[in-house]
Protein backbone atom coordinates (compact mmCIF):
# COMPACT_ATOMS: atom_id res chain seq x y z
CA UNK A 1 0.00 0.00 0.00
CA UNK A 2 0.70 3.96 -0.56
CA UNK A 3 0.21 6.10 2.37
CA UNK A 4 0.47 9.50 3.16
CA UNK A 5 0.78 10.17 6.99
CA UNK A 6 -0.89 12.37 9.25
CA UNK A 7 -0.60 14.37 12.81
CA UNK A 8 -3.48 14.71 15.46
CA UNK A 9 -3.30 16.87 18.25
CA UNK A 10 -5.82 16.47 21.30
CA UNK A 11 -5.23 19.55 23.99
CA UNK A 12 -7.44 18.07 27.22
CA UNK A 13 -9.45 14.84 28.24
CA UNK A 14 -12.30 17.45 28.98
CA UNK A 15 -12.44 18.99 25.29
CA UNK A 16 -14.07 17.35 21.96
CA UNK A 17 -12.47 18.40 19.03
CA UNK A 18 -13.49 17.83 15.62
CA UNK A 19 -11.23 15.73 13.44
CA UNK A 20 -10.22 17.48 10.44
CA UNK A 21 -11.10 16.27 6.95
CA UNK A 22 -8.99 13.02 6.15
CA UNK A 23 -6.48 13.06 3.52
CA UNK A 24 -6.37 9.89 1.45
CA UNK A 25 -4.16 8.07 3.54
CA UNK A 26 -3.64 4.42 4.62
CA UNK A 27 -1.42 5.03 7.54
CA UNK A 28 -1.41 7.75 9.87
CA UNK A 29 -0.02 9.56 12.84
CA UNK A 30 -1.46 11.16 15.15
CA UNK A 31 -0.32 13.09 18.61
CA UNK A 32 -1.90 13.82 22.15
CA UNK A 33 -0.40 16.44 24.28
CA UNK A 34 0.34 16.56 27.90
CA UNK A 35 -1.49 19.05 30.08
CA UNK A 36 0.62 17.73 33.06
CA UNK A 37 4.24 18.44 34.18
CA UNK A 38 6.55 18.44 37.16
CA UNK A 39 7.98 14.74 38.13
CA UNK A 40 6.59 11.98 37.33
CA UNK A 41 8.06 8.37 39.24
CA UNK A 42 8.90 5.34 36.49
CA UNK A 43 6.14 3.18 36.10
CA UNK A 44 5.70 -0.08 37.73
CA UNK A 45 6.49 -2.92 36.12
CA UNK A 46 4.41 -4.75 37.82
CA UNK A 47 0.10 -5.51 36.38
CA UNK A 48 -1.76 -2.56 37.65
CA UNK A 49 -5.48 -3.10 36.50
CA UNK A 50 -7.70 0.13 36.29
CA UNK A 51 -11.69 0.24 35.72
CA UNK A 52 -13.02 2.78 33.93
CA UNK A 53 -17.17 2.13 33.10
CA UNK A 54 -17.40 -1.06 31.42
CA UNK A 55 -13.85 -1.26 30.94
CA UNK A 56 -10.54 -2.37 33.20
CA UNK A 57 -7.35 -1.44 31.74
CA UNK A 58 -4.41 -3.95 32.03
CA UNK A 59 -0.84 -2.16 32.14
CA UNK A 60 2.11 -4.97 31.80
CA UNK A 61 0.28 -7.81 32.98
CA UNK A 62 1.21 -10.28 30.70
CA UNK A 63 4.12 -13.05 29.82
CA UNK A 64 5.51 -12.96 26.96
CA UNK A 65 3.84 -16.19 26.08
CA UNK A 66 0.36 -14.44 27.25
CA UNK A 67 0.95 -11.21 25.15
CA UNK A 68 1.97 -13.27 21.82
CA UNK A 69 -1.37 -15.25 22.08
CA UNK A 70 -3.13 -12.47 22.53
CA UNK A 71 -2.00 -10.28 19.93
CA UNK A 72 -1.88 -12.92 17.25
CA UNK A 73 -6.05 -13.15 17.85
CA UNK A 74 -6.35 -9.78 16.28
CA UNK A 75 -6.60 -9.41 12.37
CA UNK A 76 -4.26 -6.18 12.58
CA UNK A 77 -1.53 -7.96 14.25
CA UNK A 78 1.82 -6.59 13.06
CA UNK A 79 5.24 -7.69 13.82
CA UNK A 80 5.76 -4.22 15.34
CA UNK A 81 3.72 -4.93 17.87
CA UNK A 82 5.42 -8.24 18.92
CA UNK A 83 7.16 -8.62 22.32
CA UNK A 84 10.17 -9.98 20.38
CA UNK A 85 10.23 -6.68 17.97
CA UNK A 86 10.56 -4.14 21.31
CA UNK A 87 12.36 -6.19 22.92
CA UNK A 88 15.39 -6.39 20.45
CA UNK A 89 14.82 -2.50 20.12
CA UNK A 90 14.70 -2.17 24.21
CA UNK A 91 18.50 -3.85 24.37
CA UNK A 92 19.66 -1.56 21.71
CA UNK A 93 18.06 1.74 22.83
CA UNK A 94 16.97 1.31 26.52
CA UNK A 95 13.88 2.56 25.72
CA UNK A 96 10.92 1.44 28.44
CA UNK A 97 8.47 -0.77 26.83
CA UNK A 98 4.85 -0.75 27.98
CA UNK A 99 1.99 -3.43 27.07
CA UNK A 100 -1.19 -2.14 27.74
CA UNK A 101 -4.52 -4.45 27.18
CA UNK A 102 -8.13 -2.79 27.64
CA UNK A 103 -10.98 -5.57 28.05
CA UNK A 104 -14.86 -5.50 28.11
CA UNK A 105 -16.23 -7.43 30.29
CA UNK A 106 -13.10 -9.82 30.70
CA UNK A 107 -12.95 -10.03 26.73
CA UNK A 108 -9.96 -8.12 25.41
CA UNK A 109 -10.82 -5.30 22.78
CA UNK A 110 -8.05 -3.25 21.86
CA UNK A 111 -4.04 -3.94 22.53
CA UNK A 112 -0.62 -1.50 22.37
CA UNK A 113 2.57 -1.97 23.01
CA UNK A 114 3.96 1.05 23.84
CA UNK A 115 7.66 2.64 24.09
CA UNK A 116 7.73 5.72 26.79
CA UNK A 117 11.05 7.73 26.71
CA UNK A 118 10.80 9.98 29.76
CA UNK A 119 12.83 13.16 30.71
CA UNK A 120 14.66 13.16 34.04
CA UNK A 121 14.40 15.61 36.68
CA UNK A 122 11.94 17.51 34.88
CA UNK A 123 9.45 14.78 34.54
CA UNK A 124 6.94 14.49 31.10
CA UNK A 125 8.17 12.70 27.83
CA UNK A 126 7.07 10.23 25.08
CA UNK A 127 4.15 7.34 24.82
CA UNK A 128 4.83 6.34 21.10
CA UNK A 129 3.02 3.45 20.05
CA UNK A 130 3.81 2.15 16.58
CA UNK A 131 1.28 0.35 14.14
CA UNK A 132 -1.01 -0.16 17.40
CA UNK A 133 -3.28 0.04 18.99
CA UNK A 134 -4.83 -3.36 17.84
CA UNK A 135 -8.23 -3.86 18.00
CA UNK A 136 -9.42 -5.50 14.82
CA UNK A 137 -11.61 -8.39 15.31
CA UNK A 138 -13.75 -10.61 13.02
CA UNK A 139 -16.71 -9.04 15.29
CA UNK A 140 -14.93 -5.69 16.74
CA UNK A 141 -17.50 -2.79 17.04
CA UNK A 142 -16.06 0.17 15.25
CA UNK A 143 -16.60 1.85 19.24
CA UNK A 144 -13.81 -0.55 20.47
CA UNK A 145 -11.11 2.06 18.75
CA UNK A 146 -12.20 4.91 20.42
CA UNK A 147 -12.20 3.54 23.74
CA UNK A 148 -8.88 1.95 23.65
CA UNK A 149 -7.94 5.53 22.27
CA UNK A 150 -9.61 6.68 24.46
CA UNK A 151 -8.22 4.52 27.91
CA UNK A 152 -4.22 4.86 26.14
CA UNK A 153 -4.69 8.90 26.29
CA UNK A 154 -5.89 8.73 30.34
CA UNK A 155 -2.95 6.33 31.21
CA UNK A 156 -0.16 8.27 29.02
CA UNK A 157 -1.22 11.75 28.90
CA UNK A 158 -3.72 12.46 31.68
CA UNK A 159 -2.28 10.20 34.48
CA UNK A 160 1.46 9.56 33.35
CA UNK A 161 2.06 13.69 32.24
CA UNK A 162 3.13 12.00 28.81
CA UNK A 163 2.87 13.19 25.59
CA UNK A 164 1.21 9.89 23.39
CA UNK A 165 2.18 9.63 19.92
CA UNK A 166 0.31 6.93 17.61
CA UNK A 167 1.16 5.46 14.20
CA UNK A 168 -1.72 3.12 14.09
CA UNK A 169 -2.05 0.21 11.27
CA UNK A 170 -4.23 1.55 8.56
CA UNK A 171 -4.34 -0.55 5.61
CA UNK A 172 -7.77 0.64 3.82
CA UNK A 173 -10.21 3.38 2.79
CA UNK A 174 -12.72 2.38 4.99
CA UNK A 175 -9.99 1.59 7.98
CA UNK A 176 -9.25 5.36 7.63
CA UNK A 177 -13.02 5.99 7.99
CA UNK A 178 -13.10 4.07 11.09
CA UNK A 179 -10.10 6.29 12.24
CA UNK A 180 -11.20 9.32 11.80
CA UNK A 181 -14.73 9.24 13.32
CA UNK A 182 -12.55 7.74 16.06
CA UNK A 183 -10.13 10.47 16.67
CA UNK A 184 -12.45 12.64 17.12
CA UNK A 185 -14.78 10.90 19.27
CA UNK A 186 -11.63 10.45 21.48
CA UNK A 187 -11.20 14.59 21.47
CA UNK A 188 -8.16 14.86 18.90
CA UNK A 189 -7.99 16.42 15.90
CA UNK A 190 -5.60 16.63 12.66
CA UNK A 191 -2.32 17.76 12.46
CA UNK A 192 -0.65 18.70 9.23
CA UNK A 193 0.57 16.06 7.09
CA UNK A 194 3.80 15.06 7.20
CA UNK A 195 6.15 12.81 4.97
CA UNK A 196 4.34 10.38 2.83
CA UNK A 197 5.21 6.78 4.51
CA UNK A 198 4.95 3.78 1.68
CA UNK A 199 5.33 0.01 1.88
CA UNK A 200 5.98 -1.06 -1.55
CA UNK A 201 5.71 -4.94 -2.72
CA UNK A 202 8.37 -6.14 -4.84
CA UNK A 203 8.30 -9.36 -6.74
CA UNK A 204 11.55 -11.23 -6.16
CA UNK A 205 10.78 -14.11 -8.05
CA UNK A 206 12.01 -12.73 -11.58
CA UNK A 207 16.34 -13.41 -11.80
CA UNK A 208 18.72 -11.00 -10.22
CA UNK A 209 19.90 -9.20 -13.27
CA UNK A 210 16.34 -8.57 -14.29
CA UNK A 211 15.33 -6.98 -10.56
CA UNK A 212 18.10 -4.51 -11.17
CA UNK A 213 17.30 -3.42 -14.38
CA UNK A 214 13.56 -2.57 -13.31
CA UNK A 215 15.73 -0.49 -10.82
CA UNK A 216 15.71 3.52 -11.67
CA UNK A 217 18.99 4.34 -12.49
CA UNK A 218 20.16 6.42 -10.15
CA UNK A 219 19.38 3.69 -7.58
CA UNK A 220 21.54 1.31 -9.79
CA UNK A 221 24.37 3.74 -9.78
CA UNK A 222 24.10 4.11 -6.05
CA UNK A 223 24.09 0.23 -5.66
CA UNK A 224 27.29 -0.40 -8.05
CA UNK A 225 28.85 1.87 -5.53
CA UNK A 226 28.06 0.54 -2.92
CA UNK A 227 29.15 -3.82 -4.04
Known amino acids: DLANGMS ?9 HAAAPLLPTCRAQFLVESRCTGFRSQMSRVMIT ?19 ALVAAFCDHNLYQTWEYEQTRDDATRTQVSRVV ?16 RIPILGGGLA ?7 WKQADADPKNLTDV ?19 PNVTTSTGAIELARAIAAAGLRNEKPQDTERTILVDLRP ?3 ALRKNLAQKWRNCLNQSE
Not at 8 to 16: D, L, M, P, T
Not at 50 to 61: F, N, R, V
Not at 156 to 162: H, I, K, P, R, T
Open 8 to 16: CWGRSAYKR
Open 128 to 134: YVYRGPL
Open 102 to 117: VTRAGRPIGAAQVRVK
Open 149 to 167: LFQLRRVFVEEQGLTLRIA
Open 207 to 209: PLE
Open 50 to 68: ESSLDLDTIIDGHSLEQWS
